[in-house]
């Protein structure tokens, strides 16, 4: 069994890789770590792609560091793109069994007009897909 953790780059969310980590020793999973820069076209991004893939490096390498603290071994892998599409490839790619994400922390009128990876995942991802929220 192999679960997806998707991570947002810039959010400190310990308590989605703590359910993974519990996850993966109740299933015997392994787990693959994937953050999106999020950078769909760089000539329209407010810095450069570089800057946003570091972020997501950044988040992927804490998710599996923190994951590898509490004795689950796991894989940091970072994508370029569109977020949804991205962590929906990683997945394919990985043939994953499931797709952790946390929960959106925006406010429910941001989410309606901005859109929530989380629901969207739910929508259409073609692979389990487990939300989790804060405690």
């Given at each position: 069994m192999l679960i997806v953790l998707a991570t947002k780059p810039g959010a400190d969310q310990?308590?989605?890789t703590d359910a993974?980590?519990?996850l993966s020793r109740?299933?015997?999973a392994s787990v693959a770590v994937v953050a999106v820069d999020h950078v769909e076209l760089e000539r329209f991004s407010a810095a450069p792609r570089t800057v946003f893939m570091q972020g997501a490096r950044e988040a992927a390498e804490a998710a599996a560091g923190r994951l590898s603290a509490a004795g689950i071994a796991?894989?940091?892998a970072v994508r370029s793109g569109r977020t949804?599409?991205?962590i929906m490839a990683f997945a394919d790619e990985r043939k994953a069994d499931l797709i952790v994400v946390g929960a959106s922390t925006r406010p429910a009128v941001a989410e309606r007009l901005l859109g929530s990876v989380p629901l969207e995942l739910i929508k259409r991802s073609t692979?389990?897909?487990m939300v989790v929220t804060h405690p």
């Open positions: 310990p308590w989605i993974v980590a519990r109740q299933t015997g796991a894989e940091a949804l599409e991205g692979r389990p897909v």
